[in-house]
Nanobody, 122 residues
């Protein structure tokens, strides 16, 4: 089992950067594929980025490709989301999630954090 806690959210100016962190507990953390999702007010939760358990494969939503980078450090039980060139449409609560199945979607993740708010001013 995995417990997840996000941090690093806040208010940032358009064009700025933020680095989100997700701290995981559980001795099997390294066996989980990880994903970042976000949910804006009045909208459905959407996929942002994913990374395989080894860190060898990454995937991104078209809306963030080229701007966001997902990474993980299994020795520290951490996963990160580096967000550059932030835009107002990136404003949302960002969630860290884990799955042992390797199927990273908003409907198939096994564990979720409580989220961290990112607000991008226009």
């Amino acid at each position: 089992q995995v417990q997840l806690v996000e941090s690093g959210g806040g208010l940032v100016q358009s064009g700025g950067s933020l680095r989100l962190s997700c701290a995981a507990s559980g001795r099997t953390f390294g066996s989980y594929a990880m994903g970042w999702f976000r949910q804006a007010p009045g909208k459905e939760r959407e996929f942002v980025a994913a990374i395989s358990w080894s860190g060898g494969s990454t995937f991104y939503a078209d809306s963030v490709k080229g701007r966001f980078t997902i990474s993980r450090d299994n020795a520290k039980n951490m996963v990160y989301l580096q967000m550059n060139s932030l835009q107002p449409e990136d404003t949302a609560v960002y969630y860290c999630a884990a799955t042992l199945n390797g199927v990273v979607t908003a409907l198939t993740m096994d564990y979720w954090g409580k989220g961290t708010l990112v607000t991008v001013s226009s």
